[in-house]
Structures are given as structure tokens and as C-alpha cells.
């Protein structure tokens, strides 16, 4: 996809998880940006989400090519990688008027119940990684033309004095909660 910022940009956009993840519901927390050393190598603390199915905490080792990729790797000993594998990554060449951008990502997920898990998110992964790719195109395209940036709509309910849990919501389908 074509955006219109330079790869340098797109890639320090990317790298800067606490302000990507607002275009990236799949990222719930970061609780440790990469800090890259010379060779563009680093790691980041994350917490993710994947078509609602929340992970604990997973480790991601960070390989930024400078300005020509970056790629992110589940690099484990921790529960998340005993449960699946990552690996996702942005390519940012250079293009007239900006920068041709190219976005992927890969999940295996370990144990009897990969195989549903793979299932379940297939056509859903595909349909985010599309979404997220014209977020970023936004992005980029409003701040070139000078427009501040889109607020990115929330990508959960807000919660209330009512629903401060989502057990509620959850007694209430099952009909033993009330408001």
C-alpha cells in the first residue's frame, strides 16, 4: 500500500509501540518498547489480543533493517510461547511520493488445539492486517496534508460504574445479573 511518508518514518511509526498500538487492536498493552542497539536488534514486553482472545504477557525479539524493514518474533521462555509462535513484520521501500508499504503476519499456535485456533482466526486476520494497513495509510495521509490525526475509535466497550468487569455483560446473557 502506498503511503506518504518516507520508510524511515513508516518504521519509526511502527517501532514505537505505545503510539502504533492505537492503530493496532491486536496490541492491548506495551509494557516495554524496543530499545534498539547499534545492529537494530531489541526486544519488546507486549500484551496482545487476537480476535478477542487475549494473551499473557509475551516477549517479541525486534530486528529493525534499517530503513528497509522490521520484523517482530515471539522469543519466549514465558507461558505465550508454550501456547504459539509470531512472527510479523512491515517492508517500506521507497516509491514516488512516499513509501510502498507491505505488512505481514504469521501465528502457529501449539498443541491439540492449534489446528481450531488457526481456524478460528484465518479469514479475521487476514480482514484486520487489511484494516490496519488503511489505518496507517490515513495516518500518514492526514499528517502530510497537514489534518491532525483521526481518533481512532475505541476498540472496546468503555466500561461504567455498572459494568466495571466484563462479568457482568456475561451474567447478564446468561440471565442471572441485573443493572
Not at 31 to 53: K, L
Not at 110 to 121: A, D, N, Q, T, V
Request: glycine share 10%.
Amino acid at each position: 500500500m502506498q503511503v506518504a511518508a518516507t520508510p524511515r518514518e513508516v518504521l519509526e511509526f511502527v517501532c514505537d509501540l505505545r503510539v502504533y498500538m492505537l492503530l493496532d487492536g491486536k496490541i492491548v498493552n506495551v509494557y516495554e518498547d524496543p530499545s534498539m542497539d547499534s545492529d537494530g536488534n531489541g526486544f519488546a514486553v507486549i500484551r496482545g489480543s487476537v480476535r478477542g482472545i487475549r494473551s499473557p504477557k509475551q516477549r517479541l525479539a525486534v530486528r529493525l533493517d534499517r530503513w528497509w524493514s522490521v520484523t517482530f518474533e515471539s522469543a519466549g521462555p514465558w507461558l505465550t510461547d508454550r501456547l504459539m509462535w509470531f512472527r510479523g513484520g512491515f517492508v517500506a521501500q521507497p516509491s514516488h511520493g512516499g513509501s510502498w508499504v507491505t505488512h505481514s503476519y504469521r501465528f502457529r499456535f501449539k498443541g491439540p488445539l492449534g489446528p481450531l485456533f488457526e481456524l478460528y482466526i484465518r479469514g479475521w486476520l487476514d480482514r484486520d492486517v487489511h484494516d490496519e494497513l488503511q489505518r496507517i495509510k490515513a495516518y500518514f495521509d492526514r499528517r502530510a496534508a497537514g489534518l491532525p490525526p483521526l481518533q481512532p475509535a475505541p476498540l472496546r466497550p468503555a466500561r461504567t460504574k455498572n459494568r466495571l468487569t466484563r462479568v457482568g455483560a456475561w451474567r447478564d446473557f446468561i440471565g442471572g445479573g441485573g443493572v
